[in-house]
């Protein structure tokens, strides 16, 4: 079966530090790849999908970058953080041309001081 | 453009009562439609989806019904339990396409 890893789990950064935020799925290849935002009390935002290695594309402009290095892996990064970059960073997968169903990880609380 | 409208939260109720969330949608073509679940502190796990209009997803007890001439995709369920406490996002999909459109979510309070 399919799973899904992200870590950390929780991250307490201050204002202008880097991040970096890590995914993984196991049990499948070639997957689509999600990075979603969840603001506090707010509905879920996408900030970039890919769909194979090197192949990234970003919906909101901002200070937040994503990479794919490797097939099951997405990384989402930034050299500077902002307030507003605090939520809860979901990751999420689905199956390379075939059902729209996304799964999800269990998330990371990022926190900005 | 698609769109995803839920009733606004939180959804207070007493254990063993009914439960209905509202949620509605605008599509440009023939989407699927789900309810992912958020419990405190953790991801969202897919509830239950249908594909096509007429269709009943169901799981848990939960069930939603995708109805095309009202454009709605209502969640039920006859009797909740404390433990159902979470935050509930309805949603459509393609196949092939790049991402979901969520609803802004609804926060389910069950009470003893």
């Known amino acids: 079966s399919q799973t899904i890893h992200q870590w950390p789990a929780t991250l307490v950064q201050p204002v202008g530090s880097p991040l970096s935020l890590e995914c993984t799925v196991e049990?499948?290849?070639?997957?689509?790849l999600y990075w979603y935002r969840q603001a506090a009390g707010r509905g879920l935002q996408l900030l970039f999908y890919s769909v194979g290695i090197g192949q990234i594309s970003s919906e909101v402009p901002q200070n937040l970058s994503a990479s794919r290095p490797q097939d099951r892996q997405f990384i989402l990064s930034s050299k500077k953080l902002l307030l507003s970059d605090s939520g809860f960073y979901l990751c999420a997968w689905t199956i390379t041309g075939g059902t729209d169903t996304q799964y999800f990880g269990p998330g990371t609380r990022l926190t900005v001081l | 453009g698609d769109s995803v409208t839920q009733m606004e939260g939180p959804v207070t109720l007493s254990e063993e009562a009914f439960l209905t969330i509202n949620c509605t949608y605008t599509a440009t073509g023939y989407p699927s439609l789900f309810w992912y679940v958020q419990y405190p502190g953790e991801g969202l796990q897919l509830l239950l989806k249908?594909?096509?209009?007429?269709d009943k997803g169901s799981n848990k007890g939960f069930e939603a019904t995708y109805r095309k001439e009202t454009t709605s995709f209502h969640l039920e369920k006859g009797s909740v339990q404390v433990s159902d406490s979470a935050v509930y996002f309805c949603?459509?999909?393609?196949?092939?396409?790049?991402?979901?459109?969520f609803g802004s979510g609804t926060r389910l309070q069950v009470q003893p």
């Open positions: 249908a594909t096509k209009a007429d």
């Open positions: 049990g499948t290849s070639n997957p689509n």
């Open positions: 949603a459509l999909g393609y196949t092939g396409r790049r991402a979901l459109t």
